[in-house]
C-alpha cells in the first residue's frame, strides 16, 4: 500500500474528484461529526440575512478532511507525519471539488524515508479553493 | 481553551470519516484493521479538530439555557461571541471569522482506546490589508495533543482571520 522510493520521482502527481455537487446535508454531516456547528455551515437565515454571505458555505475543515481522504489514498494509511493547508477561496454547496498531490521532494531524515508533497484542490471554475503540503513516510 | 479528556471512540471516527466521504476500512473495520501494516483503527488526518465536542466551553456548540447566535423562526439579533483564540481546540475558534490555516504534525496516529488531552497555546497576530474583504486579522493558535501516558501524538497549529466585510468573491 505504501510508497516506495524507487517508485516515485519528483514531479509526479496523483488527482481525485473529492465531491461532485456537495450538498448542504454533507455539510451539516460535517457539523455534527466534528462539533463545529457555526451556523454559517447550516443556518441559510442568518447566514444569508445576519452576516452577508450569499448561502450556507463548506467548513474548510471539510474541504482539509476531504482532500486528507486523496492524501492517505496515495501515501498508505498511517503515513502522513504533516499535512498543512491554507484555505484559499469558500466552497459552496453544489460545488465539484478535485484535488491533485504532486511529489516534491524524496529524501532522508533520521533514517526515515520521506516524501514532501504539494497539494492543490480546486472547484468546478478551477478556483484553488485549499493549497498545503504533506510529507510522509515511504518505503526504501 | 483547553480539553481535558478527548476519549478517541471507533464510532466517532466512523462519522467522521462517513462525513468527509472517506470509505476506507482503516477508520472502520477492525478486522481489515488488524491485517493491514497499522495493525489497528486509526483515525483520518484531521480528526484532532474534533476535540471540539469535548471542549465543555466550546463557543460553536449551542447549549441548553444559553443565548445562541444562529437562527430560531427569525434571526436572534444576537452577535457572536469571540473567543480570541483562532485555531481553539477545534474549528477556527472565531465565531464572528473565517478559518485561514490549519496545519497537523502527527507524532504518532491516534486510535480508539486513546485518551487525549489538548493544550491550547496562544501564537502570533498579524494583520494584512485584503482586497475583498478590507483590514484581515489573523490569529494563530498552537494546539499539543497528548496521550494518557502524557506523550505528545499531534501539534496542531490553527490560523483564524476575521475581517471587515463578509468575503464574498467566488460566488
Given at each position: 500500500?505504501?510508497?516506495?522510493?524507487?517508485?516515485?520521482?519528483?514531479?509526479?502527481?496523483?488527482?481525485?474528484?473529492?465531491?461532485?455537487?456537495?450538498?448542504?446535508?454533507?455539510?451539516?454531516?460535517?457539523?455534527?461529526?466534528?462539533?463545529?456547528?457555526?451556523?454559517?455551515?447550516?443556518?441559510?437565515?442568518?447566514?444569508?440575512?445576519?452576516?452577508?454571505?450569499?448561502?450556507?458555505?463548506?467548513?474548510?475543515?471539510?474541504?482539509?478532511?476531504?482532500?486528507?481522504?486523496?492524501?492517505?489514498?496515495?501515501?498508505?494509511?498511517?503515513?502522513?507525519?504533516?499535512?498543512?493547508?491554507?484555505?484559499?477561496?469558500?466552497?459552496?454547496?453544489?460545488?465539484?471539488?478535485?484535488?491533485?498531490?504532486?511529489?516534491?521532494?524524496?529524501?532522508?531524515?533520521?533514517?526515515?524515508?520521506?516524501?514532501?508533497?504539494?497539494?492543490?484542490?480546486?472547484?468546478?471554475?478551477?478556483?484553488?479553493?485549499?493549497?498545503?503540503?504533506?510529507?510522509?513516510?515511504?518505503?526504501a | 481553551m483547553a480539553v481535558e479528556k478527548f476519549p478517541v471512540e471507533a464510532s466517532h471516527i466512523l462519522m467522521f470519516a462517513r462525513s468527509v466521504g472517506d470509505e476506507n476500512p482503516i477508520y472502520s473495520d477492525?478486522?481489515?484493521?488488524?491485517?493491514?501494516?497499522?495493525?489497528?483503527?486509526?483515525?483520518?488526518?484531521?480528526?484532532?479538530?474534533?476535540?471540539?465536542?469535548?471542549?465543555?466551553?466550546?463557543?460553536?456548540?449551542?447549549?441548553?439555557?444559553?443565548?445562541?447566535?444562529?437562527?430560531?423562526?427569525?434571526?436572534?439579533?444576537?452577535?457572536?461571541?469571540?473567543?480570541?483564540?483562532?485555531?481553539?481546540?477545534?474549528?477556527?475558534?472565531?465565531?464572528?471569522?473565517?478559518?485561514?490555516?490549519?496545519?497537523?504534525?502527527?507524532?504518532?496516529?491516534?486510535?480508539?482506546?486513546?485518551?487525549?488531552?489538548?493544550?491550547?497555546?496562544?501564537?502570533?497576530?498579524?494583520?494584512?490589508?485584503?482586497?475583498?474583504?478590507?483590514?484581515?486579522?489573523?490569529?494563530?493558535?498552537?494546539?499539543?495533543?497528548?496521550?494518557?501516558?502524557?506523550?505528545?501524538?499531534?501539534?496542531?497549529?490553527?490560523?483564524?482571520?476575521?475581517?471587515?466585510?463578509?468575503?464574498?468573491?467566488?460566488?
Amino acid at each position: 500500500m505504501a510508497l516506495k522510493r524507487s517508485e516515485i520521482k519528483v514531479g509526479d502527481t496523483y488527482s481525485e474528484r473529492l465531491v461532485e455537487d456537495l450538498k448542504r446535508t454533507q455539510i451539516v454531516q460535517y457539523a455534527g461529526a466534528s462539533g463545529d456547528y457555526n451556523p454559517l455551515h447550516s443556518d441559510e437565515v442568518f447566514t444569508t440575512q445576519v452576516a452577508g454571505y450569499p448561502s450556507v458555505f463548506a467548513h474548510g475543515m471539510l474541504t482539509m478532511g476531504m482532500t486528507g481522504k486523496l492524501l492517505t489514498n496515495y501515501v498508505g494509511d498511517g503515513r502522513l507525519t504533516k499535512y498543512g493547508v491554507r484555505f484559499t477561496s469558500q466552497v459552496w454547496p453544489g460545488d465539484t471539488l478535485d484535488s491533485t498531490v504532486t511529489v516534491e521532494a524524496v529524501r532522508e531524515e533520521n533514517g526515515e524515508q520521506l516524501v514532501d508533497l504539494s497539494l492543490q484542490t480546486v472547484n468546478q471554475e478551477g478556483r484553488v479553493v485549499l493549497s498545503g503540503t504533506a510529507t510522509a513516510r515511504i518505503d526504501a | 481553551m483547553a480539553v481535558e479528556k478527548f476519549p478517541v471512540e471507533a464510532s466517532h471516527i466512523l462519522m467522521f470519516a462517513r462525513s468527509v466521504g472517506d470509505e476506507n476500512p482503516i477508520y472502520s473495520d477492525e478486522a481489515h484493521a488488524a491485517g493491514s501494516e497499522v495493525g489497528k483503527i486509526i483515525a483520518p488526518p484531521t480528526f484532532a479538530q474534533a476535540s471540539a465536542q469535548f471542549d465543555p466551553d466550546y463557543i460553536l456548540r449551542p447549549k441548553p439555557g444559553q443565548p445562541w447566535f444562529g437562527s430560531g423562526g427569525q434571526p436572534t439579533g444576537l452577535k457572536p461571541k469571540s473567543s480570541g483564540s483562532g485555531g481553539g481546540s477545534g474549528g477556527s475558534g472565531i465565531a464572528a471569522g473565517l478559518h485561514a490555516e490549519q496545519h497537523f504534525e502527527y507524532h504518532r496516529h491516534i486510535s480508539p482506546g486513546d485518551v487525549l488531552t489538548a493544550e491550547v497555546k496562544p501564537g502570533k497576530t498579524w494583520e494584512k490589508e485584503g482586497r475583498r474583504s478590507g483590514k484581515l486579522i489573523f490569529n494563530e493558535t498552537i494546539t499539543e495533543y497528548r496521550d494518557q501516558n502524557g506523550e505528545l501524538v499531534i501539534t496542531a497549529r490553527g490560523v483564524g482571520v476575521r475581517t471587515e466585510r463578509p468575503v464574498d468573491a467566488g460566488k
